[in-house]
Structures are given as C-alpha cells and as structure tokens.
C-alpha cells in the first residue's frame, strides 16, 4: 500500500534528492578544503524566508528525539496566517480544514485525539468537546516557534501518542538588545459581499521585547488583532444515504441508494480575534532564572446561512404524494438526479454566534545548587465557549403549495436544484408553526480548566557511570476539570401569529445561482426571533439530559531520564533513556432521566470513574555519523488518553415493552486509554544549518482501541428497580444492550517520511536565491474500526479505516529570496480520509472527506537601510490560490454529502520592525 502513483510532488522530492546528494557533497568538500586557506570569515546575515529555515533545521539537528519544527523569520512574523497552515506544511502532518480555515491536525495519520499540544512546556485545554486543540485560536504573529515531538522522551509532561505539539513564544532575554514589530494587512475574501456582511477585513500586529542595561530583566509583550469575512456557498445532501425498499418512494427502483433531501446556502458573516501574550524575565544571578508567561485569546465568530431545502424522503411535511419522474442512476446503482414532484421546499435562515476566551499562565523558576539544576513550575489554564443557534423556517402560505423540483446530484461541483416556483420574494414567505415548525435554537456552553505544578531536578552522573552525562526526574501534578450544558428548544410563534419578515430586518438577498435556484430572502435571524417568536431553552428534558456533564481528571506524572553524551567508537552519541510513570484517576458526573420513577423524580445523578497506572519507557539515541550525517533510533511505549466526551457518565435508557428488554447508550468513564509500542528510525544529512534530506520510518503497534460499540450483557438492575411493566407487557429483564465507547483490540500502523529543504546556492552560485522545502509521507494501517451503530453516519455499515488517516501526505514550498525580495508558492496535499464533522445534535459525525489540493502565495520586498526606510516591507498573499472545494462523500464519491467553496483570500500588508 506504501506504493503509490507518483504525482508531480513526489517527483520533484525525489528528483531533489537524486540531484542534491552527489553535487552537494562534493560542494561541502571544496567547502571544508578552502576552511584552512582563510583565518577568518565575513559575517553573514540571514534574514526572511532563510533565516527561518534555518533556525527550524538547527532545532531539529540538536534534538535528541525526532522532531519537526517551525521557527519564525522575525519577531512577530511567522510564514504563514495561522499557525495550522505552518503546521501542516511539517513532514507527517495534514490539516483538516473547517470554515475554510486549517483548524486542527492529524499527526503522522493519526486523528487530532492521538496528539497533545503544549503552550511553552505546558499542556492546553481546549474549547471543543475534546482536547485538540483548534489551532485558528492561536495568533501566528504571537508564536515564535513549534516544535513536533514524533518520540517520547520521558522528561515530556503531557506527551501525545501520535506526537506534541509545543508551541513557543518569545523569551526576551534570549535577545541581543530591544525589538519591536508592528503589521496591518487588508484582506479580502473573492466570494465577494453578501447579506450584511462585508468581504473585507484587517490583521493587525504589535510587538515589543525589551532588557534592563544589566540584562537582569526582560520584558516581551505582543498584541494581535484579526477580523475575517465569512463567505460560503455551499450544497448539501442529507445523510444518510441508503438503499430504499419496495414501494418507498414511487418512481424509483428499489434497492438504488437515495437520500433523504438536499439543501443549498449562502453563508455570511465574519470572525474577530484578539489575542495577547507577555512575558517577563527575571534573573538576578546566574544561579536563579524566573519567567511569567501570559497568554490570552479571545474570539468570536458570527454568522448567518440562509438556505434552500427540500426533504425527498420520508419526511416531506406530511405529504405522501411525492413522485419521483425521470429518475437518473448509474451504474453504481446511486440515484444522481431527477424531478422530484409534490415536494414543500423551506427557505431557512441559521444563525451562529460563538465565543471563545482562552487564558493561560505560567510560572517557571529555574535555580542552579552546586552542580544540580532544579526547575519549579505552576500552570493554568482556562477556556470558555458559549454559543447561541437559532433557525427560522419560511414556508409558502396561506395554503400548502408543493413544488416540482429538478435534481441533479453532482459528485465534482455543486449539486443542481431548480424549483418550479420563485423563492425570491419575501413577502410569499411566511413564519408558522405547520409543516416543518418555525424553529429551533440551541445555547451550548463549555468549560475547562487546567492547573497543574511541576518540580524537576537535574544532576550530572557520577565519573564511573561513563555512558551518562546527568540525570532528570521529576513529577507533575495536574487537575483538570471539563464541563458542557446545551439547553435547547423549539422556537414558536409569538401572539403575533403567522408574519412575514418586516422590511426593515431584511438583508440583502443572496444568490444561489451557483446551485441552480436562484436570489432567496436573507434577514436578521436573532432580530426576527425577538420581535416575532418566543425561545425558552431548557435542560431538564428527557433527551436533553444526558447532553449535560462534566468530566474531572487528576494525572500524577513522575519520571526518571538518564542522558546520554558520549562516544561508542569513533561514532559520537547523543540520547536518553528513561521511564515515566502516570496515574490516573478520573471521574464523570451527570444525570439521566428515569422514567420508572414518579413524575418530579426523573432526574437522577450518576458519578462514575475508575484509576490506573502506566508505566512507559522510552529510549532515544543519535548517532552522529561522518560528513554531518545523523542516524536517530528511538523506542517506546505509548499512550493518549480517551476523549472527553467519551468519558462522560451521561446515558439514557429505556425498556421495549413488546420484549421486556432494556436497552440504552451513553459514555464510559471507565475507558482505559489508547496504548501503543512504537519504533522509529531516522536518517538526516546536514549541510550545517542551511539544508538537510531526511528519510523516516515509524511502526506503532497499537495494542487496544476504543471503539464505539453495541454490546449484549450490560446489567440494568440498579435502573429498573422501581420499574412496574404496564398492563399486558412481559416481565422486564434485567439484561440487555447498552451503546457506548468500548475498549478493544488495535492493530500496527506504519509510514515512511522522507524530507529535503535544500538552497539551490548549493549547487551553483547562479541559482543563488532559490530553493525549495519538500516532504512525501505514506502511511498504511491494518486497523479497521465498526461505525457508530444508531447514529446518522456517512461511513455506511462496514468496517472503516482509521479516522484522520490519509495515505499520502505531501508538501512543497518553492521560494525566491534575494536584496529583499522574496516570492513563494506553497503546496500541501492529502489523499481521502475520514475526517470527523459536528452534526446538529452537536455529537460528532464522521464522513469521507476527499483529499484537498490548498495552494498559497505570497510576495515580499523588504527596503534595506541605504533607502532611508530600513525596517519596512511590504507584502501581498494569497491563501487558498485556486480555490480549492471542500468535499465530503458517504461511502463512494458518487454519494456526495458537502460541496463547500470559501474563496480565494487577498492579503496586502506592511511590517515595521524597529
């Protein structure tokens, strides 16, 4: 499975690496020749694109465990607008993009639940379900580098199974002398204005490090500011697809898989973001260093779809007269078009309103005692999600008016839907409770909240111990609590009764000519429910109940790590080999609704939860070979901890009554986690800290997996004691099948990396200016997992490969750098895979994401000192250069689910560093 078609990447990343290796080395030769015909060397400067290269391929070339890493080119500059699009260029790692912006990672095929991501050594809580981290909450203007562990070292607190992430942000006193940085950049978004939202926006930066004159204090401060426009044309098909039955839906052969409707939208809207970040350094002595971290980010995301739809399935208002004329099926027996008849289309306006606030602190005390080296450090941090949706329904009135509508359902492009009638006019279009409703509105709520402390010590090994230099342990501590509410209701009339939307809550109306229909109505969403309807969310229903819960968590870290610098031979090694203990003890409350119990006592607690032990070794070594060449081997076991939500203690129950079975769903708080054996290797060849090629293998063995599952056997006795069967029902059982996360056998995954970053200065003083960064990773699983039984997914009924898993990764950065002038093109590619998506229940769905294409550009010019405006550069980019749709299938690709475009984005900018 591990070969593939080569496309034009790949070809070019082999080609680099065939070309670079004999003439390269032959160069490094002549170079170290002519080092004893010259006594000293002309200092160079780096600046741009190479400078942060170069620093990436210096973290990577010193570390003692594989890693991957980004630096940036300048204070409050790094390459790309979010720090998800740099990520995601690193060799072994892909991005999944949601609302057009990279938004979380996978990391060497593995889901974002395998990886852990730190913020300056420190481990982060996150705003969604889980804890992956969204990454287009961390301004790029903040962070002054990442660095990907792809091997554990038993020092690292907080470690993912696929990998960690550690985000980094400026140490002042790690700087000569003060700096400072500020940037704005206009942006526009080529989907162009729609409703009432604007295609413009702006980026703003600001940043400061500064030191006392006797270097004892240090000061950083950064501030980053981000309004983006939201534009979306979107055509949807609703999941799941299915094969009808005999006389199902007229006019169409049974056994051809049909979907239940379709939608077309326009969303519009817009995200603004601020974040903050300062730090302050103290070091009094050389024997004691204090650093304050700060860390604050806040967003807010508002927006508003307004959308076509037609049901062609079951559920068709309560019409049963829906014929299906002129149905079209291909030769995979899908339905791919038709005219749907006596079908009641809605024009719907959705409107979205989310805010994240992320804090974080950090506090690290480092002193030297004699020989030993002791480090102290406190955490915390805290996120905040609130949410409001809404949704109105617009129906033609005073009378059912059914629509014959045509299909034409398209697997590369947007899906067709041409109704009969005119959908444009506002004043046809009503607001009542028949048919469909009037609405539904949801007020999701997270929070969690990290503390943790940490005392490490470090200690050089005693002179009869030669293979070690020193030795670290150390333990950590962390609390972390996690809790979601989403009240919900239905959102009715008001004593006004039946109305139009008034003129003046009206927007501009938005057109879905993409998708065949047309100009609809647009409006003020929020607007309409306050002056026409009534919302009154609640919790305390009985399938609300479960959605309520809270996870808690304490972690005990300790570890021991022996470091190794010395000499096998003639062969130089570098390395560590330690152990890490973690226990854990983890717990869920929440509540269920038992209808066995009188009417005022539905509600009952539930606390469930379970502790364990790990015991993880690990070993890394690397081997410095001749001629700059570097040979890591690493060993280890493995393991990532549950998700959140599958770990919560929610469920519900019930009992059939025509069998007296019980049967329910819910979470396990009493998940072991993901445990895995892994072995990588990696060889690199350095040319100093301009350039390197590397070739990676990894082998995990993953020796169990959570899966979600319907198993027979679960005990039900504890809920049904007060239950009394009804009159005429069998005796209730006491056993039954329960739906919930399981542990289960895992299976191996493999890949292989291979990397070149290579200045074609190398090679000839002529191409002096020009180079590429490239990568290729292939991975390959025997890990099958069922899909979620009961529950609307578009993975179908068979067994399905691992979620987040593409087979094949790739990248290329093609760059021009020369007297301030700078130019480069980006690629990242990735083949299908399954991607998980938020449904409306708010409960994650997964779905076939096809693979994407993103390319970006950009130009710089930087004005040098003897201009008289040394400091200044300006710059234009383009993200999303070819306009690249996001894709989701059920199953075949000729099943499309989501065509999705966002546009292309323009940004045109200045910087200043002073």
Do not use: C
Request: glycine share 10%; no cysteine; proline share 5%.
């Amino acid at each position: 499975m591990l070969q593939r078609k080569r496309n034009l990447l790949s070809a070019a990343l082999a080609t680099a690496i065939v070309v670079a290796m004999p003439q390269v080395q032959a160069q490094e030769q002549n170079d170290t020749e002519s080092q004893g015909e010259a006594s000293e060397l002309d200092r160079v400067t780096v600046t741009g694109i190479r400078r942060g290269i170069e620093g990436a391929i210096s973290v990577k070339k010193d570390a003692t465990s594989i890693v991957e890493a980004i630096s940036a080119e300048d204070i409050g500059k790094l390459p790309d607008v979010s720090i998800a699009e740099s990520l995601a260029r690193l060799p072994g790692l892909a991005a999944q993009r949601v609302a057009g912006r990279a938004q979380v990672i996978s990391v060497r095929g593995l889901s974002p639940d395998f990886s852990t991501t730190l913020l300056n050594g420190r481990e982060m809580v996150s705003t969604g379900d889980n804890r992956s981290v969204e990454f287009d909450q961390y301004p790029s203007e903040l962070i002054s580098g990442v660095t990907v562990y792809k091997t554990p070292d038993a020092a690292l607190i907080g470690q993912g199974l696929s990998g960690t992430l550690d985000m980094q942000t400026a140490r002042p006193l790690s700087f000569d002398g003060p700096v400072g940085a500020i940037g704005v950049r206009g942006l526009h978004n080529a989907l162009g204005a729609a409703a009432d939202a604007t295609s413009y926006g702006e980026r703003i930066n600001a940043s400061y490090i500064t030191q006392s004159e006797d270097r004892r204090f240090g000061f950083a401060v950064g501030y980053s500011h981000s309004t983006t426009p939201v534009q979306e044309n979107q055509v949807g098909l609703y999941e799941p697809w299915q094969a009808i039955g005999e006389g199902w839906r007229p006019g169409v052969t049974p056994g051809t898989f049909y979907s239940d409707g379709i939608k077309a939208l326009r969303r519009t809207g817009e995200t603004r973001r601020d974040g903050l970040m300062a730090t302050l350094q103290f070091r009094p002595s050389n024997a004691w260093t204090s650093t304050l971290d700060l860390f604050y980010s806040k967003a807010e995301q508002v927006n508003t779809a307004n959308q076509f739809e037609v049901h062609i399935g079951d559920y068709n208002g309560g019409f049963d007269r829906l014929q299906v004329t002129n149905p079209q099926v291909n030769g995979n027996n899908t339905f791919t078009g038709g005219v749907a008849n006596n079908v009641y289309p809605l024009v719907r306006g959705m409107y979205n309103q989310r805010e994240d606030e992320i804090r974080a602190f950090g506090w690290n005390n480092a002193f030297s005692v004699g020989m030993a080296s002791i480090v102290a450090d406190v955490s915390y941090s805290r996120t905040e999600r609130d949410e409001l949706n809404l949704e109105n329904n617009l129906q033609r009135l005073p009378s059912p008016q059914l629509d014959s509508v045509g299909l034409e359902f398209r697997q590369d492009g947007f899906s067709q839907i041409r109704p009969g009638f005119d959908y444009s006019n506002p004043s046809e279009l009503f607001l009542a409770n028949t048919i469909y409703g009037s609405g539904y509105g949801k007020v999701p709520r997270v929070e969690d909240e990290l503390r943790a402390v940490r005392v490490t010590a470090s200690v050089p090994a005693p002179e009869s111990l030669t293979l070690f230099s020193d030795f670290d342990f150390g333990i950590n501590h962390a609390d972390r609590q996690k809790n979601k509410w989403q009240p919900e209701g239905n959102i009715n009339l008001g004593p006004g009764g039946v109305s139009a939307i008034a003129s003046d809550l009206q927007y501009r109306p938005v057109d879905l000519g993409f998708a065949g229909i047309g100009a609809i109505p647009a409006w003020n969403v929020p607007a309409a429910v306050a002056r026409y309807m009534t919302f009154e969310p609640v919790d305390n229903l009985s399938y609300l109940i479960p959605k309520a819960w809270q996870v808690d968590e304490e972690i005990t870290t300790g570890f021991v790590r022996a470091n190794i610098d010395t000499q096998w031979g003639a062969v130089p090694v570098r390395g560590n080999v330690g152990v890490q203990v973690q226990h854990v003890d983890q717990s869920s409350t929440s509540r269920y609704w038992d209808a066995t119990r009188p009417e005022g006592q539905n509600v009952q607690p539930i606390v469930r939860g379970k502790t364990y032990t790990d015991v993880l070794p690990s070993l890394n070594f690397a081997f410095s070979l001749t001629d700059d060449q570097t040979l890591r081997v690493a060993l280890a076991e493995q393991v990532a901890r549950p998700r959140v939500d599958e770990l919560r203690a929610s469920l519900e129950f019930g009992v059939n009554t025509a069998t007296g079975e019980p049967g329910g769903g819910g979470g396990n708080p009493e998940l072991d986690p993901w445990r895995a054996y892994a072995f990588d290797i990696s060889y690199e060849k350095y040319f100093g800290a301009r350039a390197y090629l590397a070739a990676a293998y990894y082998y995990k063995d993953l020796r169990t997996y959570i899966y979600t599952e319907a198993r027979d056997g679960y005990d039900f006795s504890d809920l049904l004691v007060d239950y009394v069967p009804g009159p005429g029902e069998p005796p209730t059982q006491s056993i039954g099948r329960f739906t919930a996360p399981y542990n289960g056998e895992g299976g191996s995954m493999q890949g292989i990396e291979l990397t070149a970053s290579i200045p074609f200065d190398l090679f000839s003083d002529a191409m002096r200016g020009f180079g590429i960064i490239a990568s290729a990773s292939f991975n390959d699983s025997d890990i099958t997992i069922p899909p979620p039984p009961n529950a609307q997914s578009s993975v179908g009924s068979e067994s399905i490969m691992l979620p987040g898993l593409s087979e094949r990764v790739y990248n290329l950065t093609a760059y021009y750098e020369r007297n301030g002038f700078e130019a480069r093109v980006s690629q990242r590619r990735r083949s299908d895979f399954i991607g998980e998506i938020g449904n409306f229940d708010g409960d994650r769905s997964l779905r076939y994401v096809v693979g994407e294409n993103i390319t970006d550009a950009q130009v710089s010019y930087a004005f040098g000192d003897h201009t008289g405006l040394g400091g200044l550069s300006v710059l234009f980019q383009v993200s999303n250069l070819t306009n690249e749709a996001y894709q989701t299938y059920a199953g075949t690709r000729d099943r499309p689910l989501e065509y999705i475009e966002w546009g292309r984005t323009y940004l045109l900018g200045v910087n200043y560093r002073f």
